[in-house]
């Protein structure tokens, strides 16, 4: 059995210990909460699919809503937005130089 000093310092460590044990508790609980369900797709739509059946919809795996999934909307033309490359006037650079001396003529 594992003998502790009795003092200040052992009684606020064993406090501590309680305490971040607790929320790790949480933290499992939580997790296992947000883990069940089954996976999707499963092994059996996988298999089907390998060999050839198409998949339109997948068995629902229990887990519920993606709460943290944005829906991504395309505009109404279709616009995105990309990064400019076009060259701007005035900001043209050097080129390198080479990257070894070029040889000389014997």
Known sequence: ???????????????????????????????????????????????HSMLGAHILNHEDDGSGPDLGQRALEAGKRGDYQTRQVTAVAGQHRAPAPPHRAPPRAE
């Open 1 to 47: 059995m594992t003998e502790y000093a009795d003092n200040a310092q052992t009684e606020a460590a064993k406090k501590q210990y309680a305490a971040e044990r607790e929320i790790a508790e949480q933290v499992r609980a939580d997790y296992a909460s947000r883990m069940k369900g089954r996976p999707t797709p499963t092994q059996e739509e996988i298999d």
